[in-house]
């Protein structure tokens, strides 16, 4: 017979509790490929679930033991089965962090693209939330959608930047992710504003974010900083350059074609930083 332990509280998004946990779970949750190995091989089924449908291999993977995770595998269990949440063990190994259970699951075929649910949030979305750029990325090369939409957290580029994970960002955009996707009229600009990342908001409008973007409430990036921050002085260059291009080199262009119009006067609210070329955030 198989141990089954008490029932202990877990930590793990909304799991919430969990109960008939066997032996096998517990070797999994610790890494303890021999006990591991020994259970199924004593016959032990490597796909018991708990009540939250839990199996051993979503212990394995969240826990990141990559060859807890290979012997299950080899033993028949399987690779895309759902908690009660609908997070398969590639949402659990992208969770962790751990590139070894990513690369082995895809391996023996998991999804990279599970459906969504209310509760669930997509590999690429747990790989963002915990940070990894090379789980990132590994999710990315093997089709991973960079603009599925998770109800809590919108596209992946969203909560990356919510997160501060520069370097995920970058793999992001690099990938083609629409950098001005919105949740709630809320861009991954806001989200950066936010987190005070000057370099991270130089990023998107590079790639072409839109720092006139309105949220739900009315707000622009620029209301999200403190005034007289290097966030808020980068985001009102910003501004104040955009102005400065759609307003007074089209209108300057139209006079050297229409003399007759006579001069140009630049507009008479535009920011004195309107003539800077460089950002001082010291």
Known sequence: NMEVTAARRS??????????????????????????????ESGASVNMVTVDNITPLHEACIQ???????LLLEAGAQVDVRTIHGSTPLCHACASGSLECAKLLLKYGAKVNPSLTALTASPLHEACI??????????????????????????????????GHMDCVKELLSAGANVNSVKFHETALHHAARVQMVEMMELLVEFGANVYASDNLGRKPVDYT?????????????????????????????????????????????????????????
């Not at 930590?11 to 259970?39: M, N, P, V, Y």
């Not at 990141?64 to 290979?70: D, G, I, K, T």
């Open 64 to 70: 990141a033991h990559p060859n807890c995770a290979r």
């Open 226 to 282: 403190t005034p007289a921050t290097p966030s808020y002085t980068c985001l009102r260059f910003y501004e104040s350059k955009f102005l400065h291009c759609f307003l007074i080199a089209p209108a300057a262009a139209f006079s050297r074609g229409h003399r007759s119009a006579g001069s140009v006067s630049p507009h008479p609210q535009l920011p004195s930083v309107l003539g800077s070329t460089h950002i001082t955030t010291d």
């Open 130 to 163: 915990q940070g990894n750029p090379e789980v990132v990325r590994l999710m990315i090369a093997s089709g991973a959608k960079l603009e599925a939409f998770d109800v809590h957290f919108g596209p992946p580029l969203h909560i990356a930047c919510a997160k």
């Open 11 to 40: 930590f793990l998004c909304d799991i919430g509790f969990w109960a008939d946990r066997t032996a096998l779970h517990e070797a999994a949750s610790h890494g303890r490929a021999l006990q591991l190995k020994q259970l199924v």
